[in-house]
């Protein structure tokens, strides 16, 4: 029910008192199980956080070679945030308030154990000598940038005419293989 405000009318616009109505209960109930919205959503992002985390590692044990491995990794980034397209905005395009750092960079939190295995991918691809760049962190944010791009556009614009999507997927990810050489 939240996921469902926070899409609808927007995460800033939401608030504790209108979740626990749609949700049947009182608000003072509702702070039993969470401390505020924030925490409602890094609950939606953890879950997130989890299902990607194990497309990642799906990826990685079925191709071993870590250019075919990256190249899976990137297309299923894509495919997850565009099966996923309201958990993805949640997650990924949801600006949390400046006084809130909901999400701790620790070993433990999940945003960072997803980014953590996609800078594994990445790293594996730079140890192979497969690309010119040496500096995994900046190869890394850059492929994210690049397909996060992509997902953005077509889960904020579901209305333009993008064509195949198929196609352009698969042409988005060949042109990010080809930057890596």
Known sequence: ???????????????????????????????????????????????????????LDRTRREYPDPANALEQVLEGYIRFGLAHPNEYELTFMTREPKDVQHYS????????????????????IV????????????????????????VALLVLQPCEDWGDIDKLIAGHVAMLMRGLR
Not at 106 to 124: N, Y
Request: proline share 0%; charged share 25%.
């Open 105 to 124: 960079e620790t070993e433990s939190d999940l945003g960072v154990q997803a980014f953590s295995r996609f800078h594994e991918c990445v790293d594996a």
């Open 1 to 55: 029910m939240a996921k469902r405000l926070f899409v609808e009318e927007g995460y800033a616009a939401t608030t504790i008192r209108r979740i626990a109505t749609q949700v049947g209960i009182s608000s003072t109930a509702l702070y039993v199980y969470f401390e505020d919205k924030d925490a409602i959503l890094k609950e939606i992002s953890n879950e997130t956080f989890a299902v990607l985390i194990r497309e």
């Open 127 to 150: 140890r192979s000598g497969r690309t010119q760049e040496s500096n995994t962190d900046r190869l890394a944010y850059q492929l994210l940038a690049g397909v996060h791009g992509l």
